[in-house]
């Protein structure tokens, strides 16, 4: 017997992996069974269902942006750290070039430019 059916709704259209018929599901019904973690069946009763409610994957996906968010908060804050350190390295050997302590080996000169000319002259090529 043949009989024809009018639906007016939204029908969701799947393939049973097991053994591979088509057929459909009411757009509504569908969305709730994902929402409660439900399952849907084929016409010859294999099951096809969802390992995790649509709360419970939203909530895993914004874990996995908050543990990116933090990640890249502490990347920023030891790259400060870092900036800062060496920026306060520098600052010191300035100063003890600027008193005339040679960097490289400790001594105190009245003309530290024609020391380290002298003595040190890859010196300079060295920090480039």
Known sequence: MNDTLTYAGVLNVFTCPVCGITYGAPDEFVKAQRRDGGKVYCCRGHELGWDETEAQR???RLATAEA?????RDQAEAAERSRRAI???LTRVKRRVAAGVCPCCNRTF????RHMAGQHPDYAGAAE
């Open 58 to 60: 939203l909530r895993k």
């Open 68 to 72: 990116t968010a933090t990640h890249y």
């Open 87 to 89: 920026k306060g390295h």
């Open 110 to 113: 009245k003309d530290l430019g």
